[in-house]
T-cell receptor, first 114, second 114 residues
Framework: NAGVTQTPKFQVLKTGQSMTLQCAQD?????MSWYRQDPGMGLRLIHY???????DQGEVPNGYNVSRSTTEDFPLRLLSAAPSQTSVYFC?????????????FGSGTRLTVV | AQSVTQLDSQVPVFEEAPVELRCNYS??????LFWYVQYPNQGLQLLLK??????LVKGINGFEAEFNKSQTSFHLRKPSVHISDTAEYFC????????????FGTGTRLQVTL
């Protein structure tokens, strides 16, 4: 199993450009989420989804959009990139049930906005 | 809502010395507790987790943590550190029973020197 796959691994954007960070999981997890990591601030939740067609805002949603058309995919869109969105982005999928718990992170996307 | 406090942003320690990284949390509901490690320019790796049962949890690389419900703490320990343990360590919590969001602390940078 590939787990959680994020693309691209690195990206440089100019201020005002838009782009989509891709996230795909092959574990059939209902719950997926996006975090950003900034120095000294840990990981903060941007958006999350509890299933296909259902999304909600996290702690820092401004400037980002998400959609969840399938269980497998959860793309994160930057509408108009700003230098404040320079960060490392992590996607995750998770599952709880039948005595098991799993929270799997992707390898991250390092985004620089100039 | 949940919150996680990692009071020590940096912990310097000599090789082969013991180390404790502190984590305190606040939550109005029962939580699962986690420790993650992040090596430079890498993603997050799960060290250990507490879901239920014994309050002493053993993880990978010789690390262990003890859940103390009365003190709402989940401190991470290792009896003898190695240079290769130099990394950022994150404590995280999330509500039990659902595949919901993780709330992270701000991280502790463990620096092991000779």
């Amino acid at each position: 199993n590939a787990g959680v796959t994020q693309t691209p691994k690195f990206q440089v954007l100019k201020t005002g450009q838009s782009m989509t960070l891709q996230c795909a999981q092959d574990m059939n997890h209902e719950y997926m989420s996006w975090y950003r990591q900034d120095p000294g601030m840990g990981l903060r939740l941007i958006h999350y989804s509890v299933g296909a067609g259902i999304t909600d805002q996290g702690e820092v949603p401004n400037g980002y959009n998400v959609s969840r058309s399938t269980t497998e995919d959860f793309p994160l869109r930057l509408l108009s990139a700003a230098p404040s969105q320079t960060s490392v982005y992590f996607c995750a999928s998770s599952y709880v049930g039948q005595g098991r718990e799993s929270y799997t992170f992707g390898s991250g996307t390092r985004l620089t906005v100039v | 809502a949940q919150s996680v406090t990692q009071l020590d942003s940096q912990v310097p320690v000599f090789e082969e010395a013991p180390v404790e990284l502190r984590c305190n949390y606040s939550s109005s509901v029962s939580v699962y507790l986690f420790w993650y490690v992040q090596y430079p320019n890498q993603g997050l790796q799960l060290l250990l987790k507490y879901l239920s049962g014994s309050t002493l949890v053993k993880g990978i690389n010789g690390f262990e943590a003890e859940f103390n419900k009365s003190q709402t703490s989940f401190h991470l320990r290792k009896p003898s550190v190695h240079i290769s343990d130099t990394a950022e360590y994150f404590c995280a919590v999330r509500p039990t029973g659902t595949a919901s969001k993780l709330t992270f602390g701000t991280g502790t940078r463990l620096q092991v020197t000779l």
